[in-house]
């Protein structure tokens, strides 16, 4: 086995550094993208203010304005339930050890492979994580009750949300699992791990270790139903959401995604799945047998483009959505796409306006009464 010396190990380390801070210096300013560029979907623009009709597929255009549905403030008489905080240790995980990257590094292209990423400064790193578990006042212990997980935890627009809909008798009685990541963000890190693998594995990982754990400190009995199971998520929590459910549809069938990293952000590099998230839109939806999968998606016309030295053409979150929306609609998915206007990646705003219509399509034609 060829040494390091102490110097290699130096000029390496400085390299990745530069090639992060060159990275970042070259970044382009996401641009305000226009809906009806060219290539782009066919879309409905929506009066500014409204939101897409909770009957409706398709494809839609919001703002610039994005006022708080009245549904994500708590109202009064309404009762809220009880959110119970839980930690995870990553040493009590046999299927995430924990990893991170080095502060300050990212990663450097294969030159061979513009698409393939090479990260040196990756090492196992453990991890706390936590996880919020919300359940209704109208839950009836002893019930099994449809539930929705939930990425980058916890999310208390959700639980605002849940509070108003369940009580109005617009959403079924459903416990909410907002799970924190691992830590860090994208390739190298546990957070990237979990959220952009292509894979079954973080699926499996709440399924094994999160859900009994839920079940047990909360007093719950959750679904085995995937009908009954919904999966969401900003980001690459919203690439994790899609990836959960497309890997295993026999357990979830619901998902949502706000600002979806469907780009190429995988790693390690999987030659079975090359692009990583962007295979979706690329090959994989269109390639595949149609799932029974029920999908909604948000992307902001100033959303990511390109936040990295790969240049690999897949790194366009905007592109990226629309792609999603062409392969779904052609394979004739229940979709619903939301373009929206005067926003960014993630953003606060339009999560507040359109969360609670987002939730009633997601949940269509799943009985709004008690638990089972």
């Not at 970042?24 to 560029?37: F, I, M």
């Not at 294969?110 to 919300?134: E, F, G, M, Q």
């Not at 639980?159 to 617009?170: D, E, P, R, T």
Request: aromatic share 8%.
């Amino acid at each position: 086995m060829k040494m390091i010396s102490r110097h290699d190990q130096v000029t390496l380390t400085t390299l990745l550094l530069m090639s992060a801070i060159a990275s970042a210096a070259d970044r382009p300013t996401p641009p305000a993208r226009d809906p009806r560029s060219p290539g782009f979907v066919e879309a409905k623009e929506l009066p500014d203010g409204e939101v897409p009709p909770i009957d409706a597929n398709g494809n839609f255009i919001i703002g610039p304005n994005h006022r708080a549905s009245e549904d994500m403030t708590i109202q009064q008489g309404i009762p809220q339930g009880t959110i119970h905080e839980l930690t995870m240790e990553s040493k009590e995980s046999k299927i995430y050890p924990g990893i991170a990257r080095e502060p300050n590094t990212f990663g450097t292209p294969d030159p061979n492979n513009p698409a393939k990423l090479i990260v040196t400064t990756s090492h196992p790193k453990p991890y706390t994580r936590r996880v919020a578990v919300y359940v209704p006042k109208q839950y009836v212990p002893g019930t099994v009750a449809p539930f929705i997980v939930g990425a980058d935890g916890p999310d208390k627009l959700l639980f605002v949300a849940l509070y108003n809909l369940i009580a109005k008798k617009k959403l079924p009685v459903m416990i909410a699992i907002s799970i924190g990541n691992g830590s860090g963000d994208a390739q190298g890190s546990q957070r990237g791990l979990e959220y952009d693998t292509m894979s079954g594995k973080y699926a499996e990982f709440v399924e094994s270790e999160v859900l009994p754990l839920v079940e047990s400190k909360c007093q719950v009995k959750l679904t085995k139903d995937p009908e009954g199971r919904a999966t969401m998520g900003c980001s690459s929590g919203g690439s994790c959401a899609l990836i959960m459910a497309w890997y295993r549809p026999d357990l979830y069938h619901r998902v949502l995604t706000y600002s979806g990293t469907y780009v190429n952000q995988q790693w390690p590099y999987n030659e079975e799945t090359p692009y990583g998230a962007w295979g979706f839109h690329k090959n994989l939806i269109a390639d595949s047998p149609k799932k029974p999968l029920r999908i909604w998606m948000e992307v902001s016309d100033r959303d990511l483009l390109n936040p990295n030295n790969m240049r690999d053409d897949m790194h366009d979150w905007v592109l990226a959505n629309e792609n999603m929306a062409k392969v779904l609609a052609a394979k004739g998915y229940d979709y619903q796409f939301v373009f929206a206007r005067n926003a960014v990646h993630c953003d606060w705003s339009v999560k507040r306006q359109t969360l609670p219509n987002a939730l009633q399509w997601v949940w269509r034609g799943y009985p709004i009464d008690e638990a089972k």
